[in-house]
């Protein structure tokens, strides 16, 4: 069963022909917590400085499944106009590796009455890496697995923020670069990083003045938007889903935040489309006198992954500070 999981695991990863046939980006519940990682355009959004570091462990108990951390800080200016940061993701599946590091910028254009449009690039690179040590390979002399990968690749991304007190909404490709991940390859195997792109919106309802916030959102994930317009035929046809996450939480007195989302998937457009559920999930978050925010997920699957794991879960840990005042300042709804 180990051996399995590891074959299944390269397979969705190298789209086991010749397209790509999964998202490969990092998958995170708690997207809300960490949005500089898929829009820059988010930069300064908090309206004071922001870090925030968050552990995913998916699929427990099954060999090679995907591990992910990120970690994130950003925070406007003095200009108030112009917001940066940095965002680092670690994405471990099986015997691959993938690092990136980003610098970011926004420029925030004020539109009257609290609303802001921000635009944001971010650009840096990416380390791809595997070890195939770690399969237990049938033919060992597979040319597909006979030498290991490592690759420094540039990377960049834009983005665009819209928001105001109580609503927000954004667009976002983080990696505008298209390459290969695999060189010296002789198969008709290919490893290639696609374009993502990432649509994100949420509110805040007040049921009670601030001592009680609905606030619902929705992150829809997208490989090969744009794909049938690709150069190379072999690259024409993304078999990967659109992916949503739909989250419902409430957040309590400012300080106690417990949501629940559900996540699943789309294929094809029409009567042609289908749609398979991926999870059910529940999450919740503290904020802490003194800056300091804390939480935790947990994803159940729908999918017959529930006969093999437990699930999945991640860990959050944050902090948040005003530059100007030097005083810790209640968290904005986002």
Request: hydrophobic letters at 40%.
């Amino acid at each position: 069963m180990r051996n399995l999981f590891h074959i299944l695991l390269t397979i969705l990863l190298f789209g086991g022909a010749t397209t790509l046939t999964a998202q490969q980006d990092a998958m995170f519940t708690k997207y809300m917590f960490n949005s500089l990682v898929f829009n820059p355009a988010y930069a300064g959004s908090n309206e004071h400085m922001a870090i925030a570091a968050l552990y995913r462990n998916q699929w427990l108990s099954v060999p090679g499944a995907p591990e992910s951390q990120t970690i994130t800080a950003h925070t406007p200016l003095k200009s108030d106009r112009v917001g940066v940061g940095f965002s680092l993701v670690n994405d471990k599946i099986g015997p691959t590796r993938t690092t990136g590091i980003n610098l970011v910028y926004a420029y925030r254009i004020p539109l009257g009455g609290n609303k802001k449009l921000s635009v944001g690039l971010q650009g840096g690179f990416e380390n791809y890496a595997t070890d195939w040590n770690q399969l237990d390979l049938e033919d060992g002399t597979d040319p597909s697995f006979l030498n290991d990968q490592n690759s420094f690749l540039p990377n960049f991304g834009t983005g665009l923020y819209f928001s105001t007190p109580k609503f927000y909404a954004g667009f976002a490709s983080p990696h505008l670069i298209e390459y290969d991940l695999r060189k010296n390859i002789t198969t008709d195997i290919y490893a290639r990083q696609a374009r993502h792109y990432f649509f994100s919106m949420g509110g805040a309802i007040p049921v009670k003045g601030d001592a009680l916030v609905f606030k619902p959102s929705m992150l829809i994930k997208n490989v090969g938007l744009f794909a049938a317009a690709d150069k190379q035929d072999q690259f024409k046809n993304i078999g990967a889903p659109t992916e949503f996450d739909i989250d419902l939480s409430f957040l309590f007195q400012q300080t106690f935040w417990l949501g629940a989302s559900f996540r699943s998937a789309i294929e094809g457009f029409g009567s042609n489309a289908t749609s398979s559920f991926d999870s059910a999930d529940i999450w919740f978050s503290w904020f802490l006198p003194n800056g300091m925010r804390f939480g935790a997920a947990y994803d159940y699957p729908l999918t017959e992954l529930s006969q093999v794991t437990n699930g999945s879960f991640e860990v959050m840990l944050g902090y948040e500070f005003n530059y100007r005042t030097k005083k810790i300042v209640t968290p904005r709804y986002f």
